[in-house]
C-alpha cells in the first residue's frame, strides 16, 4: 500500500462527493479536508499546538519559501521539516513552480527549468523539477507535489497546451528523481486551462503515471467561479475513483462545499489567514469586519455558535481594539477563529455526506452565509 493513500468510507448518493480517511506517515486525516497555509514553516501567528486544537492534521508548505530561506540543507540538517517546526501531524509541500509565478521576478521558463530572481534578495535563482523532488525529499514532506507550470488566466489554448505537455514532461522527471518509496507520496497535477479537450489530455497523460495521488491545478486564478465549477464537472470523473483529489488554492466557504459535491478530498486557501491578518472574520452568517467600527461596541463573540478559544474568550470589541492598535495579539485571535470555522465547517460537511443531507446542508450554508 502506498505511503499515502485515502481510504472511500462511503460515496454520496446524490453527489459526487465521497467520505473518506487520507492515510499519511504521520497520522490519519479525515476527509473531505481544509488544510492550513504554513507557507514559510509556520501557519502566520500559530503554535503547532494551536494548530492542532483548531482541529487540523495536516498543514501545506513550500519549495519556493524554505528553497529560498532558510535552504533546504538546513531543514534537512535540522532534522527536516516536521523537527524544524517540532509539527507532527502530515504536512503536504508545493512544488515551487507556481510560486515562481506568483511571486518570484524575471522568470524564463525553459524545458531544464525555471530561472527567476529571488522574492527576497533579488538573486538569479533556478527550480526544476529535479531540484524541487531534492527540496522536498529534504524537507521530508509526507505528500510531495509535482513541479508544474500553472498557466496563467486567461491563456491561448496553444499556450496552455504547449504548458501541460512541459507539465507532463516534468512529472515524468519528477517520477525518475524519486526513489521508489518516495514515489508514493508523488502527487500528480492536472493542467489544461479552462479547456475541456486540454484537461482530458492532461489527466489521462498525468494518470497515466499511476501515482498514490491527483491534484488540479490551474484554478483558482482569477477564473469566475462557474468556469472553476465548469472545468471540475468534466475533468473530476478523469481522475481514478480511488485516488485522492485535491483542488489547489480553493478556497472560500460556498468553493469548499461545491467542490465537495464535485468530487474534490483535499482543499487548501491562504485566505482565511490571510483575511484574518487584516481584520475580516468568517462567520456561518457571512463575513465579519471585526475592525470595523460597527464592532467597536460590540461586547459579543465573534460567532456565538463557535467553540475556538477566541470565541470563547475575546468579545469583538477586544479584538477590534487589538487590530486596530496593532496588537499582535490580534492576529492570533482572528487566525485562530477562522481556521476553526473552517475546521467545523468541513466537519459538517463530513456529517452531513454521512447523513445522506450535503444537498439540504448547502441549501442552508448559503442561505446563512448570504451567498448568491
Ligand atoms: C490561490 N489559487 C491557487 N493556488 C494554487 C497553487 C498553490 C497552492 C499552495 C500550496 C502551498 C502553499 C504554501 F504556502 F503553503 F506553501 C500555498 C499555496 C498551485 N500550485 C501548483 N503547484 N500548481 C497549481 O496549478 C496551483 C494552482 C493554484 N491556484
Ligand atoms: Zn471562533
Aim: charged share 25%; hydrophobic share 35%.
Amino acid at each position: 500500500m502506498a505511503a499515502v493513500y485515502l481510504e472511500i468510507l462511503k460515496e454520496d448518493s446524490r453527489t459526487k462527493a465521497r467520505l473518506g480517511k487520507l492515510h499519511t506517515p504521520h497520522g490519519t486525516i479525515d476527509t473531505p479536508v481544509f488544510m492550513p497555509v504554513g507557507t514559510q514553516g509556520t501557519v502566520k501567528t500559530m503554535t503547532p499546538e494551536e494548530i492542532k486544537e483548531i482541529g487540523a492534521g495536516m498543514i501545506l508548505s513550500n519549495t519556493y519559501h524554505l528553497f529560498l530561506r532558510p535552504g533546504h540543507e538546513l531543514v534537512r540538517e535540522a532534522g527536516g521539516l516536521h523537527r524544524f517546526m517540532n509539527w507532527d501531524g502530515a504536512i503536504l509541500t508545493d512544488s515551487g513552480g507556481f510560486q515562481v509565478f506568483s511571486l518570484g521576478d524575471m522568470r524564463t521558463i525553459r524545458e531544464e527549468g525555471v530561472e527567476f530572481r529571488s522574492h527576497i534578495d533579488g538573486s538569479r535563482q533556478f527550480l526544476s523539477p529535479e531540484i524541487s523532488m531534492q527540496v522536498q525529499m529534504s524537507l521530508g514532506s509526507d505528500v510531495v507535489m509535482a513541479f508544474d507550470e500553472c498557466a496563467p488566466y486567461p491563456c491561448t489554448h496553444t499556450y496552455a497546451k504547449d504548458s501541460l505537455e512541459r507539465t507532463t514532461r516534468w512529472l515524468k522527471r519528477c517520477k525518475e528523481t524519486l526513489t521508489t518509496t518516495d514515489t508514493q507520496s508523488l502527487f500528480g497535477i492536472v493542467q489544461g486551462g479552462m479547456f475541456e479537450d486540454l484537461r482530458r489530455q492532461s489527466a489521462a497523460e498525468i494518470t497515466e503515471l499511476d501515482l498514490p495521488g491527483y491534484a488540479i491545478g490551474g484554478l483558482s486564478v482569477g477564473e469566475p467561479k462557474d468556469i472553476m465549477y465548469e472545468v471540475l464537472d468534466y475533468t473530476v470523473p478523469l481522475l481514478p475513483r480511488e485516488k485522492p483529489r485535491y483542488l489547489m488554492g480553493v478556497g472560500s466557504p460556498d468553493a469548499l462545499i461545491e467542490g465537495v459535491m464535485r468530487g474534490i478530498d483535499m482543499f487548501d486557501c491562504v485566505l482565511p489567514t490571510r483575511i484574518a491578518r487584516n481584520g475580516t472574520a468568517l462567520t456561518r452568517f457571512g463575513k465579519v469586519i471585526v475592525r470595523n467600527a460597527g464592532s467597536a461596541r460590540d461586547f459579543g463573540p465573534i460567532d456565538p455558535s463557535c467553540d475556538c478559544y477566541t470565541c470563547r474568550n475575546y468579545s469583538r470589541a477586544y479584538i477590534r481594539h487589538l487590530l486596530k492598535a496593532e496588537e499582535i495579539l490580534g492576529l492570533r485571535l482572528m487566525s485562530i477563529h477562522n481556521l476553526r470555522y473552517l475546521q467545523i465547517l468541513m466537519h459538517e460537511v463530513r456529517e452531513a455526506i454521512k447523513e445522506d443531507r450535503l444537498p439540504e446542508y448547502r441549501e442552508k450554508c448559503f442561505s446563512d452565509y448570504g451567498y448568491e
